[in-house]
């Protein structure tokens, strides 16, 4: 069964940093691509990052303030998030890519990322 | 304002026939990039429905079907269920953006 479990949220103030943590499982880790995905409250989701073996790509909307990574013998995605600006406040999902689609077949549960004074 | 388009609300019966439409534009569906629906129940991280306009992963229901044609795709949903009430999203991929986009969003009323 795959499962993706997230870490990492919490409040932080406006300009400060935060990783975030994608414990994966039930499936070959390193042959797949996965990506953030994060959701504002009331709002509809928004693609942030990818990653799959050797590329990254990124929204614009976080280029130059966000770092996705990965550690295949840890089976573990990263976010890392710098300057971050209140707009980033959202649940933030680990995803798994379908093969050969730039899809999501498995979603974790999310991890809250609130920005404020 | 989203990429794609998503009327924000639909309804339908139990046992009602509903579809979801799904506008995109030269540089995301009209490009040829494929169509992907998910479906998120109150609370929860989206489910995905349909994937490559038209495939269903294993487990998803016979009564969901998509289709594209243009730069637009739908979802239909057949046999309406009380437990298809949720919200329901279109996601492409845009050539212009380098980027995954998504609908607005449609929340599913069964009455």
């Known amino acids: 069964e795959v499962q993706l479990l997230e870490s990492g949220g919490g409040l932080v103030q406006p300009g400060g940093s935060l990783r975030l943590s994608c414990a994966a499982s039930?499936?070959?880790?390193?042959?797949?691509?996965m990506s953030w995905i994060r959701q504002a409250p009331g709002k509809g989701p928004e693609w942030v990052s990818a990653i799959d073996g050797g590329r990254t790509y990124y929204a614009g909307s976080v280029r130059g303030r966000f770092t996705i990574s990965r550690d295949n013998s840890k089976s573990t995605l990263y976010l890392q998030m710098n300057s971050l600006r209140a707009e980033d406040t959202a649940v933030y999902f680990c995803?798994?890519?379908?093969?050969?689609?730039?899809?999501?077949?498995?979603w974790g549960q999310g991890t809250l990322v609130t920005v404020s004074s | 304002q989203s990429v794609l388009t998503q009327p924000p609300s639909v309804s339908g019966a139990p046992g009602q026939r509903v579809t979801i439409s799904c506008t995109g534009s030269s540089s995301n569906i009209g490009a040829g990039s494929d169509v992907h629906w998910y479906q998120q129940l109150p609370g929860t991280a989206p489910k995905l429905l349909i994937y490559?306009?038209?495939n269903r992963p294993s487990g998803v229901p016979e009564r969901f079907s998509g289709s594209k044609s243009g730069t637009s795709a739908s979802l239909a949903i057949t046999g309406l269920q009380a437990e298809d009430e949720a919200d329901y999203y279109c996601?492409?991929?845009?050539?212009?953006?380098?980027?995954?986009?998504f609908g607005g969003g449609t929340k599913l009323t069964v009455l």
């Open positions: 039930g499936f070959t880790f390193s042959s797949n691509a």
């Open positions: 996601q492409s991929h845009d050539s212009s953006l380098r980027e995954w986009v």
């Open positions: 995803a798994k890519e379908v093969v050969g689609a730039p899809a999501a077949d498995y």
């Open positions: 490559v306009n038209s």
